[in-house]
């Protein structure tokens, strides 16, 4: 069974950054394919991708938020990390992590399962 | 990024009602558009994948169509644990998701 659970602060001042850290079980970050993405929802909105970062290290940014962001990995911990520089009230959102599953033979790919999602208030 | 654009933004329905949600992309994507569903308060959780391809354990009243830049879910008869939010979700290139479907009881 794969779990993904997403822990780190629930307030931030404006300016600060958040570091988020995914910790899963269930399956490897070193599995060709696989990969673990991190995606927003502010409240009452749309979902928003953020990053991922894959088996090879390979990481991939969104293009609105790349000079703000970092994705890390640690394979021997299952955990993978999420900085945020500068943060403003309006990244106050919902954050999950999710995994990210390559289906064999094609290029396929979808997220799952998702963590449940950490709340982080952005907020002087 | 691959603009993905859902309508309708919400519907209202009954259950035992057949519903369709549409999505559309900014270019053409084959087949790789994924669906969601996120209950109030929960994570999204996975339905279809590959445009039509049923998760495991999702029930067979829901099915995904299309190909190119269109795409429709649709749920052959609402129960009334499908009222909840719907996201499509290219995987052609960098994931982009849909602005979202709200489903509520009419």
């Known amino acids: 069974q794969i779990t993904l659970k997403e822990s780190g602060p629930t307030l931030v001042k404006p300016t600060q950054t958040l570091t988020l850290t995914c910790t899963f079980s269930g399956f490897s970050l070193t599995t060709s394919g696989v990969g673990v993405g991190w995606i927003r929802q502010p409240p009452g909105k749309a979902l928003e991708w953020l990053a991922l970062i894959y088996w090879d290290d390979d990481k991939r940014y969104s293009p609105s938020l790349k000079s703000r962001l970092t994705i890390t990995k640690d394979t021997s911990k299952n955990q993978v990390v999420l900085t945020l520089t500068n943060m403003d009230p309006v990244d106050t959102a919902t954050y999950y992590c999710a995994h990210r599953v390559k289906q064999k033979l094609s290029n396929h790919n979808w997220l799952d399962p998702w963590g449940q999602g950490t709340l982080v208030t952005v907020s002087s | 990024d691959i603009q993905m654009t859902q309508s309708p933004s919400s519907l209202s329905a009954s259950v035992g009602d057949r519903v369709t949600i549409a999505c559309r992309a900014g270019q053409s994507i084959g087949n790789y558009l994924n669906w969601y569903q996120q209950r109030p308060g929960k994570a999204p959780q996975l339905l279809i994948f590959a445009a039509s391809s049923l998760q495991t354990g999702v029930p067979s009243r829901f099915s995904g169509s299309g190909s190119g830049t269109d795409f429709t879910l649709t749920i052959s008869s609402l129960q009334p644990e499908d009222f909840a939010s719907y996201y499509c979700?290219?995987?052609?290139?960098?994931?982009?998701f849909g602005q979202g479907t709200k489903l509520e009881i009419k």
């Open positions: 979700q290219q995987s052609y290139s960098n994931p982009t």
